[in-house]
């Protein structure tokens, strides 16, 4: 039997590789893609076919109507509200695969908010809060309350049936933890497809450039790493991706910082890239500091990792935690000194992480935890395609 799918995305850079995913799943399947967007032409969705939703309408019980011919609504995050409201607007009975992506979903795990920020990242903020000091305090307040808890976690949660974080194995049982009885959903090991190194042979960084955070998010801690790494020498380039995400108050303060602490070359990208440019730039780096509590730039890390860079993580982070279970060489933001940022990752380590990473978030891996999750959800109710 022929089931419907609608996937309901934002255009963001991940859906390409969900699109190629999902079409190749070998099963009876036929997959629609709603884009939600006030915008007349995409900017990061470039194969997936695409019908755009304007904003308000998105959020009309008409639209929501249109889907519960659906058979699964698959929602790529729930950050924005449209989604959300989508999730209560349609029918009780169409099922809902929610694959989140970290941002939807550490506002709703205990206490995350405000543990996700290191001292110098940490002072920016209160800074730049409108009522200072204690209007900061204040804010965290209400946001931890019991009241601001049960109406942001009520609601929506009761009618995911499966999620799909980020890092499935960890992730999953701290939003569970955190949800009370609002969260029903069961759990679906899925992730986007990333693009790798696929040759064992080119694991050999050309450079000792460092890599600091993947993005302009705040919960990078940038400054943070600037000051671990002051003691890096003129002739290294530290290399940080600004392009994506922050506001720039956070990238001036940033830029700011880098002056004061680091004696190297400071090379900040600010222009948004396609990922093969983007990783084409930064694959001869020989170093990677990804200084975020919170998971977060999975895919630029097993990226990273295939190409036998070393990369330093803070240990609290999901990503390092379940990496180094399953046997990958992480380095702790603690190891960062003179020694360990003047030597390469040895052979044996880059080879090692080359043949994990692809084991676990390689292209046929992917492939096989779609086939595994739509027959998981659809429970002998959808055949082979033909």
Known sequence: MLKKIAHIVSDEKFIDTAYLSFADNKLAIENTYFCLSDRKELVYIKMANITLVPLKYAETKEFAKQLNSFDLLIFHNLYEKEKRSIVFNVNGKVKIWWIGWGVDYYNIIRGAYHDLFKPETLCFIKRQHSYGQFGYILHNYIKKSFLHARIFRSGYLKRIDYFSPVIAPIEFDLVAGSSHNNFKAKKIDWNYGVLLNNDPSKTKPASFDVIVGNSGAMTNNHVDVFKYISFLDDDRNVIVP??????????????????????????????????????????????AVFNSIRQQAYGNINFLLTKGVKVFLDARNPIYIYLTQQGVKLFKIEDINAESMNTLLPDIDTTNNFHIIHQLIGEARIKEKTLKALTKIFEGEVTKSP
């Open 242 to 287: 600004l392009s994506y995400s922050g506001n720039e108050a956070y990238k001036s303060f940033v830029l700011n910082k880098s002056s004061e602490y680091l004696k190297t070359r400071f090379t900040p990208l600010y222009d948004y890239m396609s990922l093969p440019d983007f990783n084409s730039m930064i694959q001869h780096s020989g170093f």
